[in-house]
């Protein structure tokens, strides 16, 4: 194979409610095909969430008495995927099972573009994972919206961020008045 390059997200489209399936092909022909340092991570945006009751709109209990859940994928048809594209990883990735395109391919041969920094990392911090340049982007006193765990869709403006532990405050309104909150990095994007 040639000479790395950089690294990229790429959008790898698959017939809605595959995704799980396709992402798994891909796994395997990575193992297959010895493309582990081309493709370095495969990901389903999937998020557990309650089942509901169609009668009363409230969560189903499983006989524990626990939430019965499901996983929700966020972006169907869709599964992401860092890669170092290159001639045959472009054919590979396209040539496994349920993939019916990779996003930003005009076709006629031309290869697909990367999703951008900004765009990508909405996503994964949904999925929990953090990448050490995504603080970069964030400074004292930007807007940002809570996007995970009870806060959720809460929004204000950063106090502070601990890039060591992730923590993060952030001064919300709740009630007329000012209030400080402390979440994880992970769990919210800028406005």
């Known amino acids: 194979m040639a000479e790395l ?3 990229h997200w790429y959008i790898v489209t698959t017939y809605s409610q595959h995704e799980r399936k396709v992402a798994d092909n891909l796994l395997k022909r990575v193992e297959t095909l010895g493309l582990g340092d081309y493709i370095t991570n495969v990901l389903v945006a999937e998020q557990e969430v309650p089942v509901m009751d169609k ?3 409230l969560p189903q209990q499983n006989k ?3 939430t019965k859940t499901k996983m929700k ?3 169907p048809g869709n599964i992401f995927v860092e890669m170092i594209m290159t001639d045959k990883v472009w054919y590979d990735v396209r040539n496994t099972p349920g993939v019916t395109g ?3 391919s005009a076709g ?7 999703v951008s920094k900004e765009e990508i990392e909405p996503v994964l911090k949904r999925m929990g994972i953090i990448d050490t340049t995504m603080y970069e982007h964030y400074n004292i006193g930007d807007p940002v919206r809570v996007i995970r765990g009870p806060l959720e869709g809460t929004e204000g ?3 502070s961020i601990n890039k060591e532990t992730g923590a993060c405050r952030v001064e919300t309104i709740f009630f007329g ?8 990095f992970s769990e919210i994007e800028r406005l």
């Open 5 to 7: 390059g950089e690294k």
């Open 55 to 57: 009668e009363t709109g």
């Open 64 to 66: 524990d008495g626990s």
């Open 102 to 104: 990779i996003a930003g």
């Open 108 to 114: 006629g041969g031309q290869k697909p573009t990367p």
């Open 73 to 75: 994928n966020l972006f």
């Open 177 to 184: 008045r000012s209030t400080p909150v402390d979440v994880d």
């Open 157 to 159: 403006k950063i106090l």
